[in-house]
């Protein structure tokens, strides 16, 4: 089922996200549910925080990012079918010197901004039957999981922009928070107050 994919500006995205457990309730219809949801919105990350779900959860899928020509082979070869869901992630180390990459958000349609990380995390998580891996990452496959890491610690990608950034950002930001925008995906917007 595709769920709305929550929009700037509401509270939940601001949240530091909770650890879950194997009991958390039909955690497998969730899992299939974002899957659906990211890919109908032609996403290559999703976390649970952007469908309403303040908990330590969210997939990546880089396949789209590995017809870019401008990679060398390895890092398209790394990139094609890399799925996975990502559960009480932390990550443990960041290193290497910041590189800027164009970025955008499901929760943030029509504005993409460089955004400046560090190019090699060391991450822990639990995968979707609860077997903990300690993995090393780097280049794109190290940024989508930074992006979405930040979710689940109530960080949006225009919080890392410079001041002036942010406020020539301000007007569209805040006219996505009161839905008006037109996005090709179901949406939901804080600032509509339920009709009738
Ligand atoms: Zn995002």
């Not at 595709?2 to 955690?27: C, F, M, N, Q, T």
């Not at 899957?35 to 779900?53: C, F, I, K, R, S």
């Not at 950034?165 to 939901?188: N, P």
Request: with cysteine.
């Amino acid at each position: 089922m595709i769920l709305p994919i929550v929009a700037y500006g509401d509270p939940v995205l601001r949240k530091v996200a909770k650890d879950i457990d194997s009991e958390y309730p039909k955690l497998d219809e969730l899992i299939n549910n974002m899957w659906e949801t990211m890919y109908n919105a032609h996403g290559v990350g999703l976390a649970a925080p952007q469908v309403g779900l303040p908990i330590r959860m969210f997939v990546v899928d880089t396949t789209p990012f590995a017809d870019d020509e401008d990679l060398t082979e390895e890092e398209q070869k790394q990139l094609d079918g890399f799925k996975k869901v990502f559960i009480n992630a932390k990550i443990e180390a960041e290193s290497g010197k910041e590189w800027d990459f164009s970025e955008g958000c499901l929760s943030i349609p029509d504005i993409r901004e460089d955004v400046s990380r560090k190019p090699e995390i060391v991450i822990s998580y639990l995968d979707e039957d609860f077997k903990p891996h300690k993995e090393t990452y780097d280049g794109l496959l190290a940024r989508v999981i930074q992006h979405e890491y930040d979710h689940i610690e109530g960080i949006l990608f225009t919080d890392k922009l410079s001041s002036l950034k942010k406020r020539l950002l301000k007007s569209r930001l805040e006219k996505i928070s009161k839905g008006k925008i037109t996005a090709d995906y179901k949406m939901r917007f804080p600032d509509i107050k339920k009709r009738r």
